[in-house]
């Protein structure tokens, strides 16, 4: 019972990281963060511009 309760609560835990990532941040973008975490890619730096007038 109590084996089942861990392994559903894990099932229902990744299940619902996976949807997410799906939907809200896409597996592309995911994939390149964890590049540059792990030191495989350096970050982009991007350069903003606001025209003063």
């Known amino acids: 019972m109590k084996r089942t ?3 559903g ?3 229902w835990t990744l299940l619902i990281t996976a ?3 799906h939907l809200n ?3 592309d973008r995911l ?3 964890a590049r540059v975490f792990f030191g495989m890619d350096r970050e982009e730096l991007i350069v903003g511009f606001l025209p003063v007038t």
């Open 25 to 27: 941040v896409g597996w």
């Open 5 to 7: 309760v861990i392994l």
């Open 31 to 33: 994939a390149a963060q």
């Open 9 to 11: 609560a894990l099932l």
């Open 19 to 21: 949807a997410h990532v």
